[in-house]
């Protein structure tokens, strides 16, 4: 019915989209000179997101091996919630008094 292939190229476009989002958020953030800790708390959805795209190519080019998919659900099910507390850190980092 879908192919394996086209998926992974559906899926693979919707991530190098994200990954721009992403890099166009640290220059945002660096240029607008905000809070260091936002700026520190922004890099850590980009080093995850590359984490997951390394498991993704190895996961497409070894054929889908049982651990290698376990490791890249495992990645998706820690990035999640890794996103709501970056995104939490953004909007609700208070100044040192």
């Known amino acids: 019915?879908?192919?394996p292939v086209l998926i992974t190229r559906v899926h693979a476009v919707?991530?190098?989209?994200f990954l721009a989002l992403?890099?166009?958020m640290l220059v945002v953030l660096h240029r607008?000179?905000?809070?260091?800790?936002a700026r520190t708390a922004a890099w850590w959805p980009?080093?995850?997101t590359l984490a997951q795209g390394a498991v993704g190519y190895?996961?497409?080019f070894t054929g889908s091996p049982e651990?290698?998919?376990?490791?890249?659900?495992?990645g998706?099910?820690?990035?999640a919630p890794m996103i709501a507390w970056v995104g939490a850190r953004l909007v609700t980092w208070q100044e040192a008094r």
């Open 32 to 37: 607008s000179r905000a809070r260091r800790e």
């Open 1 to 3: 019915m879908f192919s």
């Open 46 to 48: 980009l080093a995850a």
């Open 22 to 24: 992403l890099i166009a």
């Open 14 to 17: 919707a991530v190098y989209l």
């Open 58 to 60: 190895i996961q497409y």
């Open 76 to 79: 998706a099910a820690v990035f």
């Open 67 to 74: 651990l290698v998919v376990f490791g890249h659900l495992l």
